[in-house]
């Protein structure tokens, strides 16, 4: 089966969200949405996710799922707005709770944030499969960047969320609390598993060297090819090297505090103080 992908590029934060729908039907789901966030005011803003609404509603579709690959560090999650617009179920990955557990530490939250993922409608595990319409997607645990990433392999498309980027940009950091790029090479093995003519669907794009074109669809057999990182058959003691040396040399993502605050939550905002204002805390020395 090969449902209509449709992609939005946010490029403030290099996202690509994704709009999969069935071929026949009108049943949809929302892959990795965005909600703009201006570091410097504190101000939220719905414009790329209200594209992704004008989009559903123009084209008369019925939204069912807003999925998330994993918990992401460089941009809010817009689920909660577009399922109060949209509706649809919002699903992550089972091993949520092992991030809420850890970031509820870094951000001393008290006994009422529940890290048990029952902020979230859906929790999925390896071998899960849910349905958008009459299509069929199935899930595939692919950890290394965080603990909860997931796969989403929906026909011939599969959603990679952030494990491989483009072949000529290579694979996602593993250094952030609980990652892994030893479990990253095992997960990248899976995908590669499925067959060469699958579309790959990257979470994010950042160009590449000699290439300046903005790009997210590749396939499994040009990854198997081209990777510059795990491409040709490399090894994992090559991969876990070459991944631990170039993480050591990484910043954190400009949004990771915010972001991981609110999308630990599904994508809510922290519980709102006595006069009803929002406060996102900034942890010192804690990263
Ligand atoms: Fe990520």
């Known amino acids: 089966m090969t449902p209509f992908v449709k992609a939005f590029f946010d490029e403030a934060t290099n996202t690509v969200s994704y709009l ?3 071929p026949e039907g009108r049943a949809c789901a929302i892959i990795d949405s965005v909600l703009d966030f201006d570091h410097a005011s504190g101000r939220t803003d719905t414009a790329s996710a209200d594209t992704i609404v004008d989009f559903v509603n123009a084209e008369g579709l019925k939204v069912e799922w807003i999925l998330e690959s994993h918990v992401h560090a460089d941009h809010l999650s817009a689920a909660p707005y577009l399922q109060e617009k949209l509706g649809g179920k919002i699903g992550i990955g089972k091993n949520i709770t092992v991030v809420q557990d850890t970031f509820g530490k870094v951000f001393n939250e008290g006994t009422e944030f529940q890290r048990d993922g029952s902020q979230f409608d859906a929790l999925f595990s390896e071998g899960d499969s849910f349905h958008i319409g009459q299509m069929r997607g199935d899930v595939l645990h692919t950890p290394g960047h965080t603990p909860a ?6 026909g011939d498309a599969a959603f990679v969320g952030d494990t491989l980027f483009m072949p000529d940009f290579g ?8 990652g ?9 093995q899976k995908i590669l598993a499925l067959p060469d003519e699958t579309r790959i669907f990257v979470g994010h794009d950042y160009k590449a060297p000699g290439r300046d074109e903005y790009a997210w669809e590749t396939t499994v057999g040009e990854q198997k090819a081209l990777n510059v990182h795990i491409g040709q058959g490399k090894s994992i003691e090559e991969f876990v090297k070459m991944r631990d040396a170039r993480d050591a040399t990484l910043g954190m993502p400009r949004l990771i505090l915010p972001s991981l605050q609110v999308n630990m939550r599904a994508g809510q905002m922290p519980p709102a103080d006595e006069k009803g204002d929002v406060f996102l805390k900034l942890p010192v020395n804690k990263l």
Request: contains cysteine; aromatic residues 12%.
């Open 20 to 22: 999969v729908r069935e």
């Open 149 to 154: 990433c997931l796969t989403y392999v929906i």
């Open 171 to 178: 694979t996602a950091r593993c250094d952030f609390p609980g």
């Open 180 to 188: 892994s790029s030893e479990a990253l090479y095992k997960s990248i």
